[in-house]
């Protein structure tokens, strides 16, 4: 049975950091990633890492404060979350496939992932 359990969520204070983790078992997978879903709002697309070259891809406006890494057994991956804002409110998912996203389309198209954790929330106050 394959699972992604994510873990690391809670509440914070603006400024704060945070490490989420999630742990993969059942399979192996070629890139696992994170989207995150605020209320009343679509999925969007925060990190991802290609474990062939251990490339990691981000969104753009996220740059330089949040941090996709993973482990050597490739079953486990983190998000290191620095500076944290309001704004940064959501339930963050887990997501991972497969196959390599498309380093062209920078690996954000959640359609590319077949797996999905039940997320864990994060809240972060003013």
């Known amino acids: 049975q394959v699972q992604l359990v994510e873990s690391g969520g809670g509440l914070v204070q603006t400024g704060d950091s945070l490490r989420l983790s999630c742990a993969a078992s059942g399979r192996t997978f070629k890139t696992m990633g994170w989207f995150r879903q605020a209320p009343g709002k679509e999925r969007e697309f925060v990190a991802a890492l290609r474990w062939r070259t251990y490339t990691g891809y981000y969104a753009d406006s996220l740059k330089g404060r949040f941090t996709i890494s993973g482990d050597n057994a490739q079953s486990s991956v983190y998000l290191q979350m620095d500076a944290l804002n309001p704004e940064d409110t959501a339930v963050y998912y887990c997501?991972?496939?497969?196959?390599?996203?498309?380093?062209?389309?920078?690996?954000?198209?959640?359609?590319?992932?077949?797996?999905w954790g039940q997320g864990t929330q994060v809240t972060v106050s003013s």
């Open positions: 997501a991972a496939t497969i196959n390599y996203c498309y380093s062209n389309s920078g690996c954000n198209d959640p359609s590319d992932y077949g797996f």
